[in-house]
């Protein structure tokens, strides 16, 4: 049986941009689930953003990232932070036309408990180099999720053509 | 006529008392390959351009022991320089990171003739002529005793559409393995 996935909205970067916001999310849905595919103009060959939710810029925000770099893994956590640290997109020093990849779950997104979600992607490039990510995160709000942004946290912003797909699961 | 829910935003074909709803989802059966007798390679073709991303579902066995072992490619392009390749995997010791050039390696076809591997692998805007072509998997094996568990990530250096997905082993992949390719919206 195929899965229960319906398609929400969709957000295409046409020109560069510091963040992307999914607004007025439908609360009918039991999970939700974020694709994207993103490259950013950081100097070097990752970038990064992060993923808060309801426009909370507060400090209430922690997460777990397991990373490889093609040669090897390190762990890293954070908390109290102002936003989810979701993944190193492809930057201006990874291969031209390259984009990372990743996937966003959010599960019980209108429940009543705190928020968990889990993240796995994956920074492309023509090098050795390149960045995968694992990472669990925690919104400490009890509130049900009604918009999900995914902004920049040091200077860099998405270039063109990345794009945020929006799914709902039943 | 759809019919959309004040409540929940979603959609539904009908509405019609006595009808049961049917939801019209995001997620639709492109293909399925099931095998019938060992083969080394599996080809979907004229994949439809109508969708926003593929997914493509593999649970199988291979002749290889204790693990087989595979490659992607994509359009026809058997050609190992337009591929590279990176992976994060653990074998129950230690976690490994790697990269390969010239690589479409697919780690992930770990299964053997018992104990089968299993793997999603994602394929983002596959159409758009704007982008190189990342598939990213998550997937493993495990042989009650040994395995793997892996992320992995293919990339092919063409912002061509992908109209065709190529999948092969050193080995054969035995009978009731499945190649399963998924559009979504």
């Known amino acids: ?64 990232n397991f990373r490889a770099d093609g040669a090897s893994n390190s762990s890293s956590f954070s908390t109290g932070s102002n936003y989810i640290s979701a993944s190193y997109g492809n930057a201006a020093g990874s291969t031209a036309n390259t984009f990372g990849i990743g996937e966003v779950y959010i599960p019980n997104y209108t429940g009543s408990n705190q928020k968990s979600v889990t993240m796995e992607s994956a920074n492309e490039t023509n090098s050795a180099t390149a960045y995968m990510f694992l990472t669990a995160g925690l919104w400490t709000s009890t509130a049900a999720i009604t918009s999900i942004t995914f902004k920049q946290t040091i200077t860099g912003i998405f270039v063109a053509n990345s794009t945020f797909t929006l799914y709902g699961i039943l | ?56 579902r593999y649970f199988g066995g291979n002749t290889a022991a204790p693990n087989g072992s595979g490659f992607i490619y994509f359009n026809g392009d058997t050609t190992g320089t337009n591929y590279y390749d ?49 598939a990213r998997s998550l997937g493993g094996h495990d042989g009650n005793g040994n395995g793997y568990v892996l992320l992995t990530s293919n990339l092919w250096k063409s912002t061509s559409a992908i109209t065709s997905i190529n999948i092969q082993t050193s080995q054969s992949f035995i009978q009731y393995s499945s190649f399963a390719l998924y559009g979504i919206a």
């Open chain 1, 1 to 64: 049986m195929a899965l229960n996935l319906f398609k929400i909205e969709t957000a295409e970067v046409s020109s560069n941009a510091s963040s992307v916001t999914f607004s007025s999310i439908p609360q009918g849905y039991t999970d939700l689930i974020v694709k994207f595919s993103t490259r950013e103009t950081d100097a070097g060959s990752f970038g990064h953003f992060g993923i808060i939710f309801n426009s909370d810029t507060g400090a209430n925000y922690a997460s777990q």
């Open chain 2, 86 to 134: 990176h992976a994060l995997y653990s074998d129950g010791a230690s976690a490994t990171s790697t990269a390969d050039a010239n690589g479409n390696n697919l780690p992930y076809l770990l299964g053997d003739l018992n104990r089968w591997g299993v793997n999603i692998t994602d394929i983002l805007d596959y159409t758009n002529t704007n982008k190189y072509k990342v």
């Open chain 2, 1 to 56: 006529m759809a019919i959309t829910s004040l409540k929940s935003g979603i959609s539904t074909r009908s509405g019609m008392v006595g009808n049961t709803l049917i939801y019209p989802g995001s997620y639709e059966s492109i293909a399925t390959v099931t095998v019938s007798t060992p083969v080394s390679s599996i080809t979907f073709s004229s994949i439809p351009a109508t969708y926003t991303h593929l997914q493509l």
